[in-house]
């Protein structure tokens, strides 16, 4: 008969793998850290039992990262769905690190849960959990345990970690910080400290290799701290679970030093420790360490802005009416014009800056207006370049203060290009390249035009990114084009003489509204990804028409505040991680009705 930890004995599911009468039929192995339970597409005949450890649940997409689903725990199934079903694994269930794994075939299964009903009656419980909390686009189970390991002596992580603790116990949760004095502490003491508290933050300095190795093995996710103003040492140590690398699950901290105006040097840092995700934190900007603490328990918000031409203004006013409101942005990501104002707020440009930039960049003067013999475009792009420039100059992805992304269509692959990293300017100029009005960009002999064409609301990618909510703007909404405005002109001169060619032919307008235009599955998908959508009124503001600027921006503003006068919660919390305490309230509240 097979015996499990005190912590993970109290369930239904667990006395059936406890049971004696199963003993013969339950399989016990021990699985690496890094090395696959299952695959995705394989048969499910097995019920799988996390006895010790942790797995990870991953979705993979082709020629995309994997998007991280959850964390599987002691004391909890996987494969469960897949199994009742009798279908094929959805996913792929990896270990973070060295586990213990019970396993029951599919019939016996099914034999003891018709003995015992509550077996399948927990079982279900956890099914439906899990099945919603997927629709939701939220993880099956969120990662508590969380390492942070120094790579250069400059840095001290223990007082960084202790003051990201200090920021995550002011938002409710119960969480233990544990530095070198817990490396020579038995397993268990790692097991009743996970088991006791809300999050576990193991902090190593640069210098203690032994315990740097241990902390390496024992989180579901791993932050590297550097000091931002040094380069990379030419060796960096490994010390890391084969689980977290494999799976992309290691992160960046840079500090930067006070005062620094802007980053330098991150794409060297990124090759050196292939982060996943890179978070720039300035020593005398408490909310930059904020931040941290708001990724960590899932209260970041993440910002995402379609495309949609001249309507894309109305994404100035929601940003300006956010930042009135006091929601923090975390990440934000756009396609198109779209990604050109998410940019502007990934620049910590304020609201004033923003707002002359984009004045002068696309509505005192038509951007498209260098017309050109249409061999690959209408336009030259010409204007589109030196603007760019002009405004965002040489600055990197990974300089960026903010963590941002922008997509573009990459027309040779046949799907999407998520840009992350790289030059600023070049990787906009792909995400708003309209095929027909402007040339297409060519990068690794790949040709790039606007994102908008394969994903202009991309939801998904910021999920990938951060468990927190998504605050997404949609400028698609209404009539986006007429057919007065798809009509030939009655007369050039006419046209001519009163100032429509300032917008361009209206060739401009089919050619936007076919870049921008999506299926009605993939706007529904997209919008019921967001926590909060906000939807602006644009019928009076014309794709094309670059001068509509401030009732476009006014629209964007009037959409938001009314969006979240809806609310009854802070946007943080609009994916609300219940602490220990709040869980037991509740369940002693069910208990006493």
Known sequence: MVRLP?????????????????????????????????????PADQLYFVRAGRLAAFRHEEGHEAHFLGVIRPGEPAGEMAMIAGSDHSATVVALRDSEILCMPRKVF???????????????????????????????????????VGVS??????ELVEQIAADMTEMGYGVATAGEEAQHAPTEWFSNVEGHHDFVLYAAESDQIAWKQIVGRQVDRLFRVAAGDEPPPPILDVFVSPGLDRQQLLDLILIQPAGRVRPSGSEDWIDAVRSARLFHVRMGEPDHLRRIARVLTSRSVGLVLSGGGARAYAHIGAIRELRKAGVPVDFVGGVSMGAVIAAAL???WDGDEIDWRIRKAFVESNPVSDIAIPLLAMTLGEQVRLRLLEHFGEQLISDLWLPFFCVSSNLTSGSYQLHRRG?????????????????????????????????????????????????????????????????????????????????????????????????GREIIASREAT????????????????????????AGAEAMRLALS???????????RASRDELEALESLSAGR
């Not at 509550?118 to 439906?128: G, Q, T």
């Not at 094309?544 to 921006?553: I, Q, S, T």
């Not at 802070?570 to 609300?576: A, E």
Request: charged share 25%; proline share 6%.
């Open 6 to 42: 005190t912590s993970v004995a109290d369930s239904a599911l667990a006395r059936l793998f406890t049971d004696g009468a199963h003993a013969s039929d339950i399989s016990w192995f021990s699985l690496p850290g890094g090395a696959a339970l299952c695959e995705a597409g394989e």
């Open 110 to 148: 099914f034999e003891a849960a018709e003995r015992d009903p509550a077996v399948m009656i927990e079982l279900a419980r956890l099914m439906i959990l899990r099945a919603r909390q997927t629709a939701s686009r939220a993880s099956i189970g969120e990662p508590s345990v969380f390492g942070f």
């Open 153 to 158: 002596g400059k840095v001290r992580v223990r």
């Open 346 to 348: 990934a620049m910590e």
């Open 423 to 519: 030059l600023l300017r070049q990787a906009l100029r792909a995400s708003i390249a309209i095929p027909g009005l402007l040339p297409p960009v060519t990068q690794d002999n790949n040709v790039l035009v606007d994102g908008a064409v394969m994903k202009n609301f991309p939801t998904d990618i910021m999920r990938g990114m951060h468990l927190g909510p998504i605050v997404g703007v949609d400028v698609t909404r209404g009539r986006n084009i007429t057919a007065d405005q798809a009509a030939r002109p009655s007369s050039v001169w006419r046209w001519i003489f009163s100032g429509q060619w300032r917008k361009g032919p209206p060739i401009v307008s089919l050619l936007l509204r076919a870049a921008t235009i999506s299926t």
């Open 531 to 554: 926590d909060l959508l906000i939807l602006p009124k644009m019928d009076d503001v014309e794709i094309r028409d670059w001068e509509a600027y401030d009732p476009a921006v006014e």
């Open 566 to 576: 809806k609310i009854t919660r802070p946007v943080t919390d609009l994916r609300h």
